[in-house]
């Protein structure tokens, strides 16, 4: 952390990435390598999917995208489709019912959940904070936890389990979830705000931008950056002030609202909610202010409805369809949906430029989209709809569907991703190695 570069005010701390001119030019500079960081984000949506209609069709480089994954055409050689892996430990195991709040609860930590509603939870360490445990002191904040959904983190919600296992993908250790955030503006003050709660108040209630307090740090930086880097911060801020202004734009929506007939969600719609998200953690990848990222989509068993794309039924309501066509129609409506989210989000990160030459944000991104649950009606955990995205800092090949051999763990592809971390694991949950395919 001594040797990165920070724009800082008495209410905003903005931490910079590697900028060539500033290389070397004291204990405050950054990194004088100059590599470029790999990035690993994990994306979670809930209840399965219409597998009919999202599983592409083909092997190999030419494979072609499902019907539910069409809005990814442009990025179907930054992408790839992995079948065959499993989350045995989200199945009963002798547990009896809970598959909702198993799978969230093994998502990322391939273990299984101690069945209880009380305080005496166990699960396991999560891959992401595996990372962050390696890597978190490189950045301003280890790891980011987002949702669109307030973290419960008490009471029973599925089948004897605790609520902490239905509302939570991260955890820090066997008994400790990280609680993820689902207000858009407390997330943005984590990356950007001082650290001081009555400073970053106090500016927020005078309606100053973040950038109010670190301009005149920014200029003395201009004056010791070449002109790429200068367009390169100018750049950096503008896309932080955009983000701000939506994030305000939605607050004072909220403020117009009676108290009883405030809107669900902030902001309101479920869509900006989910894309604010996303800016957000594009701009945390994009300032390095972390490198390590988890956003639920949705809780595991939500019965959200879609009325803005023609969906009225209630999300887990439908995934019990009975093969029911009409059904099966309205779920891949919603996986349609969802995709089209990760396509916001990956033309985010191809449309920000990174590195010498050329390169963008995701090239050196790796990020796991996907569920615990691949048929909604048969609540099975094997053969998952999971998606590796981006190009992992040359780490992966994407381009492609591959196909895991039969029984394959997801954790195996996990240790794969973190040892493109450069984090050393030999084991996690229940792992049995290394998912070598996913670079050619």
């Known amino acids: 952390m001594k040797r990165r570069n920070f724009l800082k005010g008495v209410a905003a701390t903005i931490s910079l990435p590697h900028m060539t001119s500033l290389a070397g030019s004291g204990p405050s500079s950054g990194a004088a390598t100059g590599a470029t960081p790999n990035r690993l984000a994990f994306l979670y949506v809930p209840n399965g999917v219409n597998l009919d209609q ?22 179907k050689k930054d992408i790839q489709i992995i ?21 969230s609860a093994t998502f990322l930590t391939g273990c299984q959940a101690k069945k209880t509603a009380g305080s005496n939870i166990r699960n396991g360490i999560s891959a992401d904070q595996l990372a962050a445990r390696h890597v978190g002191h490189q950045t301003r904040l280890s790891s980011l936890e987002l949702s669109t959904v307030r973290a419960r983190m008490s ?28 207000d858009p503006r407390v997330a943005f003050e984590k990356i950007f705000g001082s650290g001081d709660a009555k400073a970053d108040a106090a500016r927020r209630a005078k309606r100053k931008s973040v950038l109010d307090f670190i301009s005149q740090d920014a200029k003395n930086l201009h004056q010791k950056m070449s002109t790429e880097d200068r367009h390169k911060l100018d750049e950096y801020l503008t896309s932080i002030r955009e983000v701000e202004r939506r994030i305000e734009q939605s607050e004072n929506f909220q403020d117009r609202y009676p ?3 405030k809107p669900d969600g902030i902001p309101p719609g479920y869509e900006a909610h989910i894309r604010s998200m996303f800016d957000i953690m594009t701009l945390a990848f994009k300032t390095d202010s972390t490198r390590i990222a988890s956003f639920m989509l949705s809780s595991e068993g939500s019965n959200r409805s879609f009325k803005e794309i023609g969906v009225s039924g209630g999300h887990h309501s439908l995934s019990h369809h009975r093969k029911n066509p009409e059904t099966l129609s309205q779920i891949a409506k919603i996986d349609t949906f969802y995709a089209q989210q990760l396509a916001y989000f ?10 010498e030459n050329g390169g963008n944000l995701l090239d050196n991104t790796m990020i796991v989209y996907g569920s615990s649950i691949g048929d909604g009606n048969r609540h099975n955990h094997d053969d998952l709809p999971i998606i590796l995205a981006g190009g992992g800092a040359g780490k992966l090949t994407p381009g492609r569907h591959i196909q895991a051999a ?10 794969s991703l973190l040892e493109r971390m450069d984090v050393s694991a030999k084991r996690i949950g229940d792992s049995t190695g290394k998912l070598d395919m996913i670079q050619a």
């Open 406 to 415: 039969e029984g394959t763990p997801m954790t195996n592809l996990y240790l």
């Open 259 to 261: 108290a009883e007939a």
């Open 83 to 103: 079948s065959g892996l499993d989350h045995d430990k989200a199945k009963a195991n002798g547990d009896g019912p809970g598959d909702h709040a198993r799978a």
């Open 155 to 182: 009471g029973a919600c599925d089948s004897g389990y605790s609520c902490v296992y239905q509302h939570n993908i991260s955890w820090r250790d066997d008994t400790t979830p990280m609680p993820a955030e689902y």
């Open 346 to 355: 990956l033309e985010n990160l191809k449309q920000s430029q990174e590195g």
């Open 54 to 75: 999202w599983r592409p069709t083909g092997l190999g480089a030419n494979y072609a995208l499902s019907n539910s994954l069409q809005s990814l055409s442009p990025f």
